[in-house]
Nanobody
Framework: QVQLVESGGGLVQAGGSLRLSCAAS????????MAWYRQAPGKQRDLVAE???????SYGDSVKGRFTISRDNAWKTVYLQMNNLKPEDTAVYYC????????????WGQGTQVTVSS
């Protein structure tokens, strides 16, 4: 089991920045992938960025060059630095952790609201 708690959301003007944090606890040593997703009202939940144990990082097309995912060495906290925010970035942002293999699991945080005003 993995527990995830997001923080750092809020209201920001277009062009501004926010930094989201996701604190993980429980079976953090089993985590293979940590990611950020977002879901706007009436839309599906989309991948924003993910980081794989071993170092590979990928981003959704709409955030490339503006958002940066990072983590601490212990995989206890994952960050999402969001720069040059746009109104279309407004959504609930969710932290996700996946464990692959024999004890596979897919875990979600409760979400944090990000609102970008124009």
């Amino acid at each position: 089991q993995v527990q995830l708690v997001e923080s750092g959301g809020g209201l920001v003007q277009a062009g501004g920045s926010l930094r989201l944090s996701c604190a993980a606890s429980g079976n953090i040593f089993g985590i293979n992938i940590m990611a950020w997703y977002r879901q706007a009202p009436g839309k599906q939940r989309d991948l924003v960025a993910e980081i794989i144990r071993g170092g590979r990082i990928s981003y959704g097309d709409s955030v490339k060059g503006r958002f940066t995912i990072s983590r601490d060495n212990a995989w206890k906290t994952v960050y999402l630095q969001m720069n040059n925010l746009k109104p279309e970035d407004t959504a609930v942002y969710y932290c996700n952790a996946r464990i692959l293999g024999g004890t596979a699991g897919d875990y979600w945080g409760q979400g944090t609201q990000v609102t970008v005003s124009s």
